[in-house]
Nanobody, 126 residues
Framework: QVQLVESGGGLVQAGGSLRLSCAAS????????MGWFRQAPGKEREFVAA????????YYADSVKGRFTISRDNARNTVYLQMNSLKPEDTAVYYC???????????????????WGQGTQVTVSS
């Protein structure tokens, strides 16, 4: 079983930055594909970014491309989401997600992942 714990959320003004962290345990971290999703009130959970094949492939939602960066530190069993130029529409609960790497290419649906963190709130004020 894989446990994921997010941290780093908070309140920030528009144009500011935050870095989210997700610490994993229970499995060799390099064997995990990792993703970030977010869910705003009244909306479905949506894909933000993915780090597949131990960092060899990264993908982003169009809405965050050029502003957010996903990265991982296998030595620390941690995946990060650096968020720059934040906008009020980025306000949401952000979730870390993981799955065992089996070479799958699909990555943008919540159904692609087996393990989830508890979520961390990000609020961007205008």
């Amino acid at each position: 079983q894989v446990q994921l714990v997010e941290s780093g959320g908070g309140l920030v003004q528009a144009g500011g930055s935050l870095r989210l962290s997700c610490a994993a345990s229970g499995r060799t971290f390099s064997s995990l594909d990792m993703g970030w999703f977010r869910q705003a009130p009244g909306k479905e959970r949506e894909f933000v970014a993915a780090d597949l094949w131990s960092g060899s492939r990264t993908y982003y939602a169009d809405s965050v491309k050029g502003r957010f960066t996903i990265s991982r530190d296998n030595a620390r069993n941690t995946v990060y989401l650096q968020m720059n130029s934040l906008k009020p529409e980025d306000t949401a609960v952000y979730y870390c997600a993981g799955r065992i790497n089996t070479g799958r290419y699909s990555y943008s649906s919540p159904n692609d992942y087996n393990y989830w963190g508890q979520g961390t709130q990000v609020t961007v004020s205008s």
